[in-house]
């Protein structure tokens, strides 16, 4: 079953997150944020 799609408007705050497998970081440096 699919998900529904995100709500957009403006001015709302999202959370992002973004890790690896296992919850891993994939981001470990200033540089791999670029």
Not at 7 to 32: C, E, K, V
């Amino acid at each position: 079953m699919a998900r529904h799609p995100r709500l957009h408007a403006p001015g709302l705050l999202y959370h992002i997150m973004a890790r690896g497998n296992n919850g891993q970081n994939i981001i470990l440096t200033s540089t791999d944020a670029k």
